[in-house]
């Protein structure tokens, strides 16, 4: 699996401030996501990249923005943090797995916003 | 919009059986669907991907259906154990994966 990071891991920060979450992967990988994760709604789609320059919105993109200047770097950065941002993100790349494909996510980011 | 439903969120069942977890979806099916594992405080873990053209596909002691007439998958998990304890997620392939709220699955010795 490709190896994917995702930094920081924890953040606590004040409500308006601006956050900007890091995803970096080791391999060429042309599809990158965030998702966030809460309890009650699962995995949700918030930006996706296909390729440098190129992304596009997903289900939840309200208050984020996205950037890919690089192949390995997927950023993500709430404008003006609100509390209803707090939750834990993951990057996800998708990648074959075999005879298939599938996704590998990093390990998360907790973010809280107060 | 598609909605993908997992009909328990919590499973209980003794060392030894096999566990099912549902998966039904409203609207279009995928091409694909797939299964992922989460233990607490980590990503999702790629396990099986079958196709619609694919009734069952099997890995160890994992198995999953996909009936895209009832749209709905299956997965079983055989001869389970505590390690197997864990939330699984299905996921359905519309351009991009959307998932289920997953199943919290506990096996007890």
């Known amino acids: 699996d490709a190896g994917i990071t995702q930094s920081p891991r924890h953040k606590v920060t004040e409500t308006g401030t601006p956050v900007t979450l890091r995803c970096h992967q080791t391999?060429?990988?042309?599809?990158m996501y965030w998702y966030r994760q809460d309890p009650g709604h699962g995995l949700r789609l918030i930006h996706y990249?296909?390729?440098?320059?190129?992304?596009d919105k997903g289900e939840v993109s309200d208050g984020y923005s996205v950037s890919r200047s690089k192949t390995e770097d997927f950023l993500l950065t709430l404008e003006s943090a609100t509390s209803s941002q707090t939750s834990v993100y993951f990057c996800?790349?998708?990648?074959?797995?075999?005879?298939?494909?599938?996704?590998?996510f990093g390990s998360g980011t907790r973010l809280t916003v107060v | 919009s598609q909605k993908i439903e997992q009909n328990s969120e919590a499973l209980n069942i003794q060392e030894g059986k096999t566990a099912t977890l549902t998966c039904n979806y409203t609207?279009?099916?995928?091409?694909?669907l797939q299964w992922y594992r989460q233990d607490p405080g980590r990503g999702p873990v790629f396990l099986l991907l079958?196709?619609?053209?694919?009734k069952e596909k099997r890995k160890e002691r994992l198995k999953v259906t996909f009936d895209t007439t009832l749209k709905q998958s299956l997965f079983h998990i055989t001869a389970s154990q505590p390690a197997d304890s864990a939330t699984y997620l299905c996921?359905?392939?519309?351009?991009?994966?959307?998932f289920g709220k997953g199943t919290k699955l506990s096996v007890k010795p």
């Open positions: 996921a359905l392939d519309i351009l991009n994966l959307i």
């Open positions: 391999e060429n990988h042309r599809y």
């Open positions: 609207n279009y099916s995928p091409a694909y």
């Open positions: 079958i196709r619609e053209n694919e």
């Open positions: 990249s296909y390729g440098v320059k190129d992304t």
């Open positions: 996800a790349i998708s990648e074959s797995k075999g005879e298939d494909y599938g996704y590998t």
